[in-house]
């Protein structure tokens, strides 16, 4: 039974850091990590990529063990994410009969993308484009050198990359006490690295890697813009999957891709780029919820449909109104001035 980074031990102790409530439950096949999440109508339970469950059988059991505790923490609703459980040819109808409902939307990705690390090296590097495969052979050529640092002070140097790729691009990176909270609880814990690239000594990109025994997550990375020609966030990369391979781990996940026939999704240049790599894609359930209280979930998806209803047309009040109130300030300023100039000082 293979658990998510989201369902480690270490996980939960840097959910806590961050003031969340986790609940960590296991048994007969199955083991959870359960995180209190807080709205304007109530409390509900998320279980991120979780529970961990051997099979249908073990999930039906972790079900439960989910529902009384719900029900214990009066929680509205219980949001799962079984990645792990085989469940069947139908999906989609195994967990419906299990009493959960499609949830609005998915929070963890849905699609992902994967690499087998225990292939030879040079199977592994023969799957990449060719461009990736010369970059990481040959930009020591160029002055460039890859640290692996297991000191959560290094985090600095890849917020430093993110504040300057969050300015000049359509990007929300997580919060500074987000990132440097994961770094101060998962790296000594051996649950994650951060990678390095350097320039003649002077750091260039770095990424931060989310890890458990059998997977590498490429989880967090940015590169200084000034440097771009280099490309160094692509060997950078190919060597966060060296150094997991000689660690033992099998999996190399890059954390979320758009489909390949949705050429103009938001993700779609990242995602170009992580499939350079070769590997696989690998599609999961996406987010499901079992209804606890089921007055107060009808309630919350009622109050969910009204806001994205509401949502276009407070839309189009906006670009309506917001022209409006610069016409009105253009003519009336210059008058306040003109009148504030005559007045006795």
């Not at 029900?71 to 419906?96: F, K, M, N, S, W």
Request: charged share 25%; net charge positive; hydrophobic share 40%.
């Amino acid at each position: 039974m293979t658990a998510s980074i989201l369902q480690s031990e270490p996980w939960a102790r840097f959910q806590r850091s961050l003031g969340k409530e986790v609940f960590e439950r296991s048994g007969d096949g199955w083991t959870f990590l359960a995180i209190t999440e807080k709205t304007p109508l109530g409390r509900f339970l998320y279980v991120p990529y979780g529970p961990a469950a051997a099979d249908h059988a073990a999930l039906v059991r972790a079900l439960a063990a989910l529902r009384s505790l719900a029900g214990e923490q009066r929680a509205h609703y219980v949001r799962i994410e079984p990645v792990g459980t085989d469940l069947g040819q139908r999906p989609q109808a195994a967990l419906q009969s299990l009493g959960l409902v499609k949830a609005p939307v998915d929070v963890q990705p849905k699609l992902t993308w994967m690499l087998d690390l225990s292939q030879p090296e040079e199977d592994l590097l023969a799957g990449m484009r060719s461009t990736s495969r010369n970059l990481y052979r040959n930009i020591h050529k160029k002055g460039v050198t890859f640290d692996v640092s297991t000191d959560p002070k290094d985090i600095g140097i890849l917020l430093g990359f993110l504040h300057d790729v969050s300015e000049r691009a359509d990007f929300k990176a997580q919060s500074d006490d987000y990132l440097r909270q994961a770094a101060r609880n998962l790296v000594p814990a051996g649950a994650a690295k951060i990678f390095i690239a350097r320039l003649e000594g002077t750091p260039i990109a770095a990424a931060l890697s989310y890890d458990t025994e059998s997977t590498r997550v490429y989880a967090h990375a940015a590169a200084d813009d000034a440097h771009r020609k280099l490309n160094a966030g692509i060997p950078l990369v190919v060597t966060m999957m060296m150094d997991a391979r000689a660690a033992g781990i099998d999996r190399f996940d890059m954390w979320g891709v758009s489909p390949e026939d949705e050429p103009d999704h938001q993700w779609a240049g990242f995602s170009r780029f992580k499939r350079s790599f070769g590997g696989y894609e690998v599609s999961y359930p996406g987010s499901w919820d079992l209804p606890v209280n089921q007055l107060m979930y009808r309630a919350y998806l009622l109050t969910r449909q009204a806001r994205e209803s509401a949502g276009p047309a407070v839309h189009k009040a906006r670009t309506a109104v917001v022209p409006a109130v610069h016409k009105v300030r253009s003519a009336v300023v210059p008058s306040l001035r003109k009148l504030r100039s005559k007045l006795p000082r």
